[in-house]
């Protein structure tokens, strides 16, 4: 083994410990959080939610809303929480890197939004924090691309296994959706830093599957028919889980009132939901075991199924942190208890169990909603420790994600990227093409030139300008136009009008030009449509203040560089 393939294993080893123990600490704090706002820390939240007055059911949520839209507001630079599409961006288009206070920051607003009963869950959360520390540790060793997004891979490997005792889902999870291949490079630190991470979540909570349930026997081959219609119900019902979240954000960013008091709106709205259906508030575990149990009737599931899919939409589009995994979890066991009611009352004697079908539709939501049908499923067969349903989770995961993909696009987490830009699904280098900004490509060789320059000094500047264009600005640095040697041909060789003509008189006005913040793929498309080889990069569109300039050759150099990096392992 190379010296630096040991050095990697060691830091895997590192990441995972770390990741493992602030997996515990984020617990314990949402723990907390929930102990002191509902006087419990049970994860059957619901089942003391009638020992409250109706009063402090709606008000824990409305003033959590208040305190997470502030700390939003003030501590996140985006002002949004972060989660698990952050991470996905980080490993495709940052080369692995995060920023540590970031993470500890985003991980105190998810622990104080779940603890006030926002329907969401932790485990999203916890992939955010471990990639957070494993990329910031990274970028401190000053790694390189490669390797950094590797220990992106692990952070985000030991979340999963510290937060399901499940380090075989943990490593492929981070495969599958973080890091994007499995080689076996950066899969053995992976796998390393997941283990590490699941013997420290077990020394502290034990060693036992997130649900206790009865092993089920599939009965019949007759009964895949029923799978199949299954899987297809449940990529629809995905779709539309993610369609409420899509419509809920877009109903609070119409909200004219302040982005800070917008979770608080969603809070209250939540509070009144959980005083008839108490089971929405939280990650609802207590609820999806409950579910596993057999414990709801048919009309309830039905009624949960629904009251959940609205509370984390308002959740999450209204402005709480938190992720998508626990919810989509009993939105797909409700689902699949009512789907199984009905077939077990039709068809008994092929049923395998209303129980088996809570946990197929916990398996086939969780899959499409997340796009990680693999690991996905391993969590599920880790969670329960039920591998008797192996094929027929197997089917319904894989319908239910191909539905998804087919009619709706993509997971929840690529819905995320698209409102930012960014589209993954278009592949790496697309991707990598709009991601890459103008900042750093920036010419500042080419001079500004005044107003008021006269014709002989701007010969020489032509003379000597590598773009064979001049940048005019005004008093202030605004761009006023460009000048060309196109521009001058009319007072070449008229030198008698060398003191009468400026740089404001020959300029061009309007040049089409580039704000900083822009991408390259933006800035090769104004060349092409201008066939301009220089633009002039300026503040904003507004200010129009000048910066510099970039040209054609510059921008595919920095564009080859970034895709030979990336596709480096």
């Not at 006023?480 to 006005?509: H, N």
């Amino acid at each position: 083994m190379q010296g630096g393939q040991v050095a990697l294993i060691a830091l895997a080893f590192a990441v995972g410990g770390g990741v493992g123990g602030a997996v515990i600490l984020f617990r314990e704090t949402i723990a907390l959080v929930q102990f002191a706002t509902f006087g419990t820390e049970s994860e059957r939240l619901f089942a003391y939610i009638d020992l409250l007055p109706w009063w402090q059911v709606i008000g824990v949520p409305t003033i959590g809303g208040i305190v997470v839209g502030l700390l939003v507001k003030y501590l996140m630079p985006a002002n949004r929480p972060e989660g698990v599409a952050d991470v996905i961006e980080a490993g495709a288009l940052r080369g692995g890197r995060m920023s540590g206070l970031i993470g500890v920051k985003a991980a105190l607003i998810n622990a104080l939004s779940i603890g006030f009963g926002a329907s969401v869950g932790r485990e999203g959360p916890a992939v955010h924090f471990g990639a957070a520390l494993g990329g910031w540790l990274a970028g401190s060793l000053n790694l390189n691309r490669s390797v950094s997004r590797t220990l992106l891979g692990c952070g985000a490997a030991a979340a999963v296994a510290a937060s399901f005792n499940a380090p075989i889902a943990g490593a492929l999870f981070a495969s599958e959706v973080v890091i994007g291949h499995y080689a076996l490079s950066a899969f053995a630190p992976v796998v390393i830093a997941s283990v590490t991470a699941t013997a420290i979540s077990r020394s502290y909570f034990g060693d036992f599957p997130a649900f206790v349930i009865h092993e089920h026997v599939i009965q019949s081959l007759w009964e895949f028919p029923a799978f199949i219609i299954f899987g297809v119900v449940a990529g629809l019902v995905a779709m539309g889980f993610m369609k409420s979240i899509m419509l809920s954000s877009s109903l609070a960013d119409k909200l004219a009132v302040p982005s800070f008091l917008k979770p608080a709106i969603g809070g209250a709205i939540i509070g009144c939901v959980a005083i008839w259906f108490p089971q929405v508030l939280g990650i609802g575990y207590g609820t999806t075991e409950a579910a596993v149990m057999v414990s709801f009737s048919l009309g309830l599931l039905v009624s949960i199924c629904i009251a959940k899919i609205i509370a984390t939409s308002i959740s999450i589009g209204f402005g709480f942190g938190g992720g998508v995994f626990s919810p989509a979890l009993v939105i797909g066991a409700m689902l699949g208890g009512a789907y199984g009611t009905v077939f077990t009352g039709l068809f008994p004697e092929l049923s395998t169990g209303i129980g088996a079908y809570t946990i197929l539709g916990m398996g086939a939501l969780a899959a499409a909603v997340l796009g990680a049908p693999i690991s996905t499923a391993l969590v599920i067969f880790e969670m329960t420790n039920d591998y008797a349903l192996t094929l027929a989770l197997m089917v319904v995961v894989v319908i239910s994600s191909l539905i998804t993909r087919q009619f709706h696009g993509g997971s929840f987490f690529s819905w995320q990227l698209e409102q930012r830009g960014l589209d993954l699904r278009e592949g790496m280098e697309v991707a990598l093409l709009r991601s890459l900004r103008l900042q750093s490509m920036l010419s500042y060789t080419e001079k500004q030139v005044p107003l008021g320059v006269r014709l002989p000094d701007i010969r020489i500047m032509l003379q000597k300008s590598d773009a064979g264009e001049l940048f005019v600005v005004n008093e202030f640095g605004v761009l006023f136009g460009t000048i060309t040697l196109a521009d001058m041909s009319e007072f070449a060789f008229d030198t008698e009008l060398d003191y009468l003509i400026t740089a404001s008189d020959v300029a061009k006005r309007n040049p089409p030009v580039l704000a900083v913040d822009e991408g390259l793929e933006r800035a090769l498309t104004l060349m092409r449509e201008t066939g301009e080889d220089y633009l002039p990069v300026v503040e904003n569109h507004e200010t129009m203040k000048f910066l510099g300039c970039v040209r054609q050759g510059q921008l595919m150099s920095a564009y080859n560089r970034a895709l030979i990096e990336n596709r480096r392992e």
